[in-house]
Protein backbone atom coordinates (compact mmCIF):
# COMPACT_ATOMS: atom_id res chain seq x y z
CA UNK A 1 0.00 0.00 0.00
CA UNK A 2 1.29 3.33 -0.82
CA UNK A 3 1.87 6.04 1.49
CA UNK A 4 0.61 9.56 1.80
CA UNK A 5 3.88 12.65 1.71
CA UNK A 6 4.77 13.70 5.20
CA UNK A 7 6.74 16.92 3.87
CA UNK A 8 8.00 16.57 7.76
CA UNK A 9 10.22 13.63 7.21
CA UNK A 10 12.90 12.58 5.68
CA UNK A 11 12.60 11.41 1.82
CA UNK A 12 14.33 8.31 0.33
CA UNK A 13 14.76 7.60 -2.89
CA UNK A 14 15.71 4.29 -4.04
CA UNK A 15 16.84 3.59 -7.98
CA UNK A 16 17.86 0.76 -9.70
CA UNK A 17 18.81 -0.03 -13.16
CA UNK A 18 18.92 -3.60 -15.67
CA UNK A 19 19.81 -4.02 -18.81
CA UNK A 20 16.25 -2.85 -20.08
CA UNK A 21 15.20 -1.05 -18.31
CA UNK A 22 14.93 1.54 -15.12
CA UNK A 23 13.02 1.23 -11.72
CA UNK A 24 12.97 4.03 -9.19
CA UNK A 25 10.61 4.51 -5.88
CA UNK A 26 9.96 7.76 -3.45
CA UNK A 27 9.34 6.66 0.36
CA UNK A 28 9.96 7.44 3.60
CA UNK A 29 10.21 5.79 7.28
CA UNK A 30 6.37 4.82 8.91
CA UNK A 31 6.25 3.91 12.52
CA UNK A 32 8.36 1.03 12.90
CA UNK A 33 11.89 2.74 10.84
CA UNK A 34 10.80 1.12 7.41
CA UNK A 35 10.95 2.82 4.45
CA UNK A 36 8.21 2.44 2.56
CA UNK A 37 7.06 4.23 -1.19
CA UNK A 38 4.88 6.67 -1.42
CA UNK A 39 5.60 6.84 -5.84
CA UNK A 40 6.76 4.65 -8.27
CA UNK A 41 7.85 5.06 -11.46
CA UNK A 42 9.68 2.88 -14.31
CA UNK A 43 11.00 2.87 -18.03
CA UNK A 44 12.23 0.50 -20.42
CA UNK A 45 15.85 2.05 -21.99
CA UNK A 46 16.33 2.79 -25.78
CA UNK A 47 18.60 -0.33 -27.61
CA UNK A 48 21.17 2.02 -27.63
CA UNK A 49 21.17 2.97 -24.23
CA UNK A 50 20.69 -1.10 -23.43
CA UNK A 51 24.55 -1.36 -24.66
CA UNK A 52 26.05 1.26 -22.39
CA UNK A 53 28.19 -0.11 -19.40
CA UNK A 54 26.20 -0.75 -15.70
CA UNK A 55 27.66 2.19 -14.49
CA UNK A 56 26.34 4.28 -17.03
CA UNK A 57 22.97 2.88 -16.85
CA UNK A 58 22.74 2.99 -13.03
CA UNK A 59 24.00 7.08 -12.91
CA UNK A 60 21.30 7.69 -16.15
CA UNK A 61 19.16 5.69 -13.53
CA UNK A 62 19.99 8.59 -11.01
CA UNK A 63 19.76 10.93 -13.05
CA UNK A 64 16.01 10.50 -14.66
CA UNK A 65 15.07 9.43 -11.41
CA UNK A 66 15.36 12.71 -9.61
CA UNK A 67 14.32 14.76 -12.34
CA UNK A 68 10.83 12.36 -12.56
CA UNK A 69 10.46 13.05 -8.99
CA UNK A 70 11.52 16.90 -9.24
CA UNK A 71 8.41 17.87 -7.60
CA UNK A 72 9.32 16.12 -4.46
CA UNK A 73 13.14 16.72 -4.53
CA UNK A 74 13.44 20.23 -5.55
CA UNK A 75 14.70 22.14 -2.55
CA UNK A 76 14.84 19.27 -0.19
CA UNK A 77 17.27 17.47 1.25
CA UNK A 78 17.11 13.29 0.46
CA UNK A 79 18.94 10.30 0.43
CA UNK A 80 19.59 8.80 -2.72
CA UNK A 81 20.05 4.81 -2.33
CA UNK A 82 21.72 2.78 -5.05
CA UNK A 83 22.80 -0.83 -5.61
CA UNK A 84 25.90 0.07 -7.74
CA UNK A 85 28.61 1.06 -5.46
CA UNK A 86 30.60 3.63 -8.08
CA UNK A 87 27.79 5.73 -7.35
CA UNK A 88 28.22 6.49 -3.79
CA UNK A 89 31.14 8.63 -4.86
CA UNK A 90 29.74 10.37 -7.68
CA UNK A 91 32.03 13.39 -8.01
CA UNK A 92 35.31 10.91 -7.60
CA UNK A 93 34.63 8.76 -10.63
CA UNK A 94 36.22 9.03 -13.97
CA UNK A 95 33.34 9.87 -16.29
CA UNK A 96 32.60 10.66 -19.66
CA UNK A 97 32.06 14.52 -20.75
CA UNK A 98 28.58 13.34 -20.79
CA UNK A 99 27.84 11.27 -17.72
CA UNK A 100 29.84 14.27 -16.46
CA UNK A 101 26.90 16.13 -17.63
CA UNK A 102 24.39 14.25 -15.80
CA UNK A 103 26.55 14.78 -12.41
CA UNK A 104 26.40 18.40 -12.78
CA UNK A 105 22.77 18.15 -13.40
CA UNK A 106 22.13 15.86 -10.36
CA UNK A 107 24.13 18.23 -8.12
CA UNK A 108 21.91 21.00 -8.78
CA UNK A 109 19.72 18.77 -6.00
CA UNK A 110 20.94 18.77 -2.13
CA UNK A 111 21.10 14.94 -1.08
CA UNK A 112 23.91 12.22 0.12
CA UNK A 113 24.22 8.91 -1.87
CA UNK A 114 24.02 5.76 0.28
CA UNK A 115 24.95 1.67 -0.91
CA UNK A 116 22.02 -0.77 -0.94
CA UNK A 117 23.27 -3.77 -1.74
CA UNK A 118 20.97 -5.56 -4.46
CA UNK A 119 19.08 -8.02 -2.53
CA UNK A 120 17.54 -4.84 -0.42
CA UNK A 121 16.60 -3.33 -3.27
CA UNK A 122 14.15 -5.54 -4.51
CA UNK A 123 11.00 -2.60 -5.54
CA UNK A 124 13.25 -1.00 -7.47
CA UNK A 125 14.75 -3.79 -9.05
CA UNK A 126 11.24 -5.50 -10.32
CA UNK A 127 10.45 -1.93 -11.29
CA UNK A 128 13.38 -1.94 -14.19
CA UNK A 129 12.69 -5.52 -14.73
CA UNK A 130 8.66 -4.41 -15.08
CA UNK A 131 8.56 -0.67 -17.00
CA UNK A 132 5.10 -1.45 -18.42
CA UNK A 133 3.93 -0.76 -15.15
CA UNK A 134 2.40 2.72 -15.14
CA UNK A 135 3.63 5.32 -12.81
CA UNK A 136 1.44 4.34 -9.12
CA UNK A 137 1.50 7.39 -6.45
CA UNK A 138 -0.55 7.77 -3.04
CA UNK A 139 -3.25 10.66 -3.59
CA UNK A 140 -2.49 13.48 -1.88
CA UNK A 141 -4.88 14.93 0.74
Not at 76 to 104: C, E, Y
Not at 121 to 136: H, K, T
Request: glycine fraction near 4%.
Amino acid sequence: MLRHVDWKKKIYLTTDACQTGLGAWLGQKNEEEIIKPFICASRKLSTTQQCWSTTKRELYGLMWSIQKFHCYLQERRFIARVDHKPLVNLVSNKLTLIMQGWIDNILLYDFTTEYLPGEQNDLADVLSRGYDIVEVRATEV
